[in-house]
């Protein structure tokens, strides 16, 4: 299958196919318009495929998730985040020495510039954390201007992923009126995150193995996930050659909707509406069932799973065990339970391929490590910085890359004489 065939009016057009190595199928219609003068159309880009990458492979009919070809189970189980970072970023796992100056690079670079404390001073203290944390990380453009030098393109990927966090837990005090904790060098790059977040000065934090261990699955699960919403509009931006800063902060602003990361956040306040509601599940699976009635399930549904997603699977059981492990008894994890349950033997749910999907269970994860229902989506962003880097860098790096600019059928007025205000 070298070729597909068009038939449009009374004309025959080929157009050659293209093949992934999992054998995915693409018909390139990159001389459509040109050839045909037709566009192809297919709002929310559901069939199309705006490029091709060597970074992460998703079957969504078979559940599976694989970085650089290594399957998302054995990843979850034995790696490190910052492992996983190298992984995503530079297209191999790294060895020994690779591993260790990058994770010594990841530790020099969490200092933010001393100035930038006093963009957090402006914000009102009830701002989102993500608010905050899309502006900061564009800020960063201002303290480490773009340079075309890869050396230096390397080294903003470095600061970027080092402070990122720091920006994100300084969010986080911010909005509870806390000092900022300074990053410290001994820690693990979850642990410091953990400690920046939960120190309260002058009492010692000591870093509990659980939390970390913890963090350090959410923030793999999340690492990159192809041409997601935010993924994808981060290669928009950096299409036109916008800065990495640039670029990844538009990624964070895309990421913080309730159909996209900011369902973590969304799940739980379902859960806890549910729950004050008298625990009345059954009448909610009714509403989301009914389209008049605007509720939606959160944390169900997927664009690519269709039969289950790999990533929710793991945190199911890890859900429990945390919870376990830390003696946390959370009402919302069963209630969580009881909407499952029913959802994957009800008609509806059945029907449209809806499954738990990453957010459903990490939200009830992340309340038991005491996160804030507000930083979800800002943790979910650390996570997701490694993928946007990868899929950032690959998009610069390849030599076919033009700005993004989708076409349009327009269906507005045709054209019409221009009527002067008191004529009207
Ligand atoms: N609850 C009830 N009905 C749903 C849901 C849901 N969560 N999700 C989809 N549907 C229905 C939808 O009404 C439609 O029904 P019909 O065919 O009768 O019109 C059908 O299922 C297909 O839905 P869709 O909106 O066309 O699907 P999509 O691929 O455009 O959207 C989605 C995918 C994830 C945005 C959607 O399933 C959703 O809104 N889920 C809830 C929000 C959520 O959990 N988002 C996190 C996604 S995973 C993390 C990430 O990658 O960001």
Not at 100 to 120: A, G, P, S, Y
Not at 376 to 391: C, K, M, N, S
Not at 410 to 416: C, F, K, N
Request: contains cysteine; glycine residues 8%; proline residues 6%.
């Amino acid at each position: 299958m070298d070729n597909a065939k068009l038939i449009l009016g009374d004309q025959e057009y080929e157009f050659p196919v293209i093949k992934g190595s999992e054998d995915e199928v693409g018909i390139d219609f990159t001389k459509l318009r040109s050839r045909t003068g037709a566009i192809s159309f297919d709002p929310g880009y559901g069939n199309t495929g705006a490029c091709t990458s060597e970074i992460t492979y998703i079957d969504g009919e078979n559940g599976i998730l694989r970085y650089r070809g290594y399957p998302i189970e054995q990843i979850a189980e034995s790696a490190s985040f910052v492992e996983v970072c190298y992984l995503l970023i530079y297209g191999h796992l790294p060895d020994e020495k690779e591993l260790t100056n990058f994770q010594n690079q990841l530790t020099r670079h969490t200092l933010i510039h001393e100035d930038m404390k006093k963009f957090f001073e402006g914000y009102p203290p009830a701002t989102h954390p993500m608010a905050i944390m899309s502006a900061m990380l564009v800020s960063l453009s201002a303290f480490y201007p773009e340079s075309d030098d890869p050396d230096i393109i390397n080294l903003n990927i470095i600061r970027l992923l080092a402070k990122a966090k720091t920006l994100a837990a300084f969010a986080y005090k911010k909005s509870i009126g806390q000092p900022y904790i300074y990053p410290r060098n001994d820690l693990s790059y979850t642990g410091d995150f953990l400690h920046m977040m939960f120190a309260v000065p002058p009492e010692p934090y000591h870093v509990s193995p659980v939390l970390e261990k913890a963090l350090n699955l959410l923030l793999i699960l999340h690492a990159d996930h192809e041409q997601n919403c935010s993924t994808s509009t981060v290669r928009m931006v950096g299409s036109s050659q916008a800065n990495l800063f640039a670029s990844i902060g538009a990624g964070v602003c895309a990421l913080w909707g309730p159909l996209h990361g900011g369902a973590n956040q969304a799940v739980i306040d379902m859960l806890e509406m549910i729950r004050k509601d008298g625990g009345d599940y059954k009448k909610y699976m009714g509403l989301a069932k009914d389209k008049e009635s605007g509720f939606r399930l959160m944390g169900f549904g997927h664009r690519v799973y269709k039969n289950f997603d790999p990533r929710a699977t793991i945190l199911k059981e890890t859900a429990k065990s945390v919870l376990n492990e830390l003696g946390v008894h959370d009402p919302l994890l069963e209630i969580a339970q009881e909407l499952e349950n029913i959802a994957l033997s009800d008609d509806y749910f059945v029907q449209r391929n809806l499954y738990p999907n990453v957010d459903f269970y990490s939200g009830i994860i992340y309340r038991a490590m005491g996160i804030p229902t507000n930083m979800f989506t800002v943790i979910f962003a650390l996570g997701r910085l490694p993928g946007w880097i990868a899929q950032w860098k690959e998009m610069r790096e390849d030599p076919s890359t033009r700005i993004n600019r989708p076409r349009q059928i327009y269906t507005g007025a045709t054209a019409r004489d221009y009527v002067p205000v008191q004529k009207r």
